[in-house]
């Protein structure tokens, strides 16, 4: 069991241009779809369609540790994943790591 202070999540926001979500998912799952299915690494995923926003995206990740969030971003696949993405956003991304400090339903 790992301790909850050990715990690290990694909140993303991005920002499609107008009616590009949909094709900036396409590059999320191109990349990142199978990696996350298989890393042990990161207890939870979740990839999210802002409910009142139709351009936004918000995806959030628990780790087990701060080292999983930073070996998201090392994968080889990361850099290709963003270039390919840049031109689906209306601006940076934004990227927020936070410490869990309460779950439900996801052990941690």
């Not at 999210?48 to 994968?75: H, K, M, S, W």
């Amino acid at each position: 069991m790992i301790s909850i202070a050990q715990n690290r999540a990694l909140y993303v926001r991005h920002r499609a241009l107008p009616g590009k979500r949909d094709e900036l998912r396409q590059v999320w799952e191109k990349y990142a779809r199978a990696y996350l299915e298989a890393a042990d690494v990161q207890i939870a995923y979740f990839y999210c369609y802002d409910d009142n926003d139709p351009d936004t995206v918000v995806a959030f990740q628990l780790c087990t540790d701060q080292a999983g969030i930073d070996e998201f971003v090392r994968q080889g696949w990361f850099a290709d994943y963003q270039a390919e993405s840049a031109a689906l956003v209306a601006a940076p991304s934004e990227f927020r790591t936070v410490i869990p400090i309460w779950t439900k339903g996801v052990a941690v």
